[in-house]
């Protein structure tokens, strides 16, 4: 016998309990499985974005070789300018990876912003196609150029809270040709000059050319632009970033660089961005090969050069040689390591017991920090090819009252011998050979919160 349908024992269904509960755990499953695919999308984002970041540092590091490797001047300070070869200029900045203090516009908590206020400044000769610039709606171009690699920091409102502090490095390029041939440098007025429309900004606003600012003898208040060969930029004041008034006339040695990086200023609007390389930097390191520099051995950590971390604490030298920040004396923020003067015999370079690198450089008596080659109370320092004209441009280098020592022909120091280097009014900072140059490009990941190091060394042998 049949039982009725509402005595049946088999069950025809789920009661709302049931499936509430089992919507549950539905939904809880596939919350577990999103946040998977979650974390797994981030790790593939992350992974993609520092794939990018090392293409373009190594893009970067390629340009950066290629300019370097077409330096147009010999690293043997100083240079003639009737020789026509141009300039190689490192700037130092206070900054090192063992001491970044000194750049850090915001609450760095991660200690990992390092070395960025240093810049190069240089002549270089393209490998291959000519460089390419704007003139005017145009372009213009040239096998040689005036390139500049610096760093600026990015603005408060663009750094990340608690993060490291983040730069941006940039490459200017400016080519180099004595004669434009093209208005508005042909104008019949002007020659092969342009006149001066104001500021740099508005001139670089649509024109990448290597110019010095001059003031006109004839009517002061008239300032012209003219185009620089290598002859003119073997000389300081005529390269870029240096003589931003056009001082001309006077005395004024040597026309030093502004001690802030921001004198380097990247390109305005509506060029913004164009000389932007990189981005999220936190460390352009340059240094220089001192051959004679120590490299000692700590415990733990291995060997350490002077501008490492530990290396006043290591004992023990394991050899001698490496790259080093110019100026690398660990007394430099204290003024401990005065520059020489080079006013008699007793100050030879190197000043005793210090490496050529070590010192702060040469500056002449007379002169004040301000324009000396070296800011020594700002721990800076400057390589630089230097050049000649100094000792017969008429001037007053050295405000001593006696124009070009070198080369008067008169035994000016009275020691018996005529026009010899201790007589000079100027000297390159560091009248040294300069053998070879490191730099570290160090960049951070927001999203991935890695880092990523690229390092380029050229070498300048058999100089």
């Not at 590091?61 to 043997?76: A, F, K, S």
């Not at 409102?157 to 042909?186: C, I, K």
């Not at 632009?225 to 003589?243: V, W």
Request: proline share 9%; net charge negative; with cysteine.
């Amino acid at each position: 016998m049949i039982a009725p349908w509402h005595q049946s024992p088999c069950r025809r269904g789920m009661t709302l309990i049931e499936m509430l509960v089992a919507t549950t755990i539905t939904l809880i499953m596939m919350g577990l499985v999103a946040q998977l695919f979650g974390v797994f999308g981030q790790g593939v984002t992350g992974s993609r974005s520092v794939i990018e970041l090392t293409d373009q540092m190594r893009s970067v590091g390629w340009r950066l070789r290629q300019d370097l490797g077409g330096v147009t001047v010999p690293t043997l300070p100083p240079r003639r300018p009737e020789a026509s070869e141009g300039y190689f200029e490192l700037l130092e900045g206070p900054a090192t990876d063992a001491n970044a203090s000194a750049i850090t516009v915001t609450s760095d908590t991660t200690s990992l912003t390092a070395d960025c206020d240093d810049a190069l400044m240089f002549t270089t000769r393209s490998p291959g196609a000519p460089f390419v610039g704007r003139f005017g709606t145009g372009t213009i171009e040239s096998p040689v150029a005036e390139v500049a690699w610096f760093c600026v920091p990015l603005p408060a409102s663009g750094q990340l809270p608690g993060g490291p502090t983040l730069f941006t490095l940039y490459r200017r390029q400016l080519l180099v040709m004595d004669y434009v041939g093209a208005n508005p440098f042909q104008l019949p007025a002007n020659g092969n000059t342009m006149l001066w429309p104001g500021s740099w900004n508005n001139f670089y606003a649509s024109y990448d050319l290597s110019c010095a600012l001059v003031t006109s003898t004839a009517s002061p208040a008239t300032k012209f632009l003219y185009p620089n060969s290598l002859r003119d930029l073997t000389m300081r004041e005529k390269r870029f970033g240096h003589n931003d008034a056009g001082v001309t006339g006077t005395a004024y040695f040597p026309y030093p660089r502004s001690p802030t990086v921001l004198s380097l200023a990247p390109l305005a609007s509506p060029r913004a961005g164009e000389d932007m390389v990189l981005n999220n930097v936190i460390a352009f390191d340059v240094r220089v090969f001192d051959p004679d520099a120590p490299v000692r051995v700590a415990t733990p950590g291995g060997a350490v050069t002077p501008t490492d971390p530990g290396f006043l604490a290591a004992t023990g030298t394991a050899g001698l040689g490496a790259y080093v920040d110019l100026f690398w004396n660990w007394n430099r923020y204290a003024g401990g390591a005065a520059p020489l003067v080079i006013s008699s015999p007793a100050n030879p370079f190197p000043p005793t017991g210090t490496t050529a690198f070590q010192s702060a450089g040469v500056y002449v008596a007379g002169t004040s920090s301000s324009k000396g080659t070296t800011l020594v109370g700002t721990g800076t320092a400057v390589y630089d090819t230097w050049s000649t004209h100094y000792e017969s441009n008429g001037l007053d280098e050295d405000q001593d009252g006696t124009v070009d020592q070198g080369t008067n022909g008169l035994d000016d120091n009275k020691n018996g011998l005529v026009d010899e280097p201790l007589e000079a009014e100027t000297s390159a900072p560091y009248p040294v050979p300069l053998r070879g140059i490191e730099v570290r490009i160090r960049c951070y990941e927001p999203s991935s919160r890695q880092v990523r190091q690229v390092t380029i060394r050229h070498t300048f042998v058999p100089y």
